[in-house]
């Protein structure tokens, strides 16, 4: 990740793909937060804003 620090959108699908990969594995917190990161870093990617309140929801109902 150091290498595209710079680069806020690169980074923001590095986080979205860290969601994808957590999510799939069970930690869904963990996959929550990095979504959320995501979103934070590129405000115009939807998918990672989508899948923050998607998992969350998820997350709150006791899917874990």
């Known amino acids: 990740m150091s290498y595209v620090s710079d680069e806020s959108p690169v980074l ?21 937060r990095a979504f959320e990161r995501s979103a934070a870093l590129d405000p115009t990617f939807e998918k990672a804003k989508h899948n923050a309140k998607l998992i969350g929801s998820l997350h709150k109902n006791g899917v874990d």
């Open 12 to 32: 923001s699908r590095v986080f979205f793909n860290m969601g994808l990969g957590l999510a799939k594995w069970g930690k869904i917190s963990l996959a929550v």
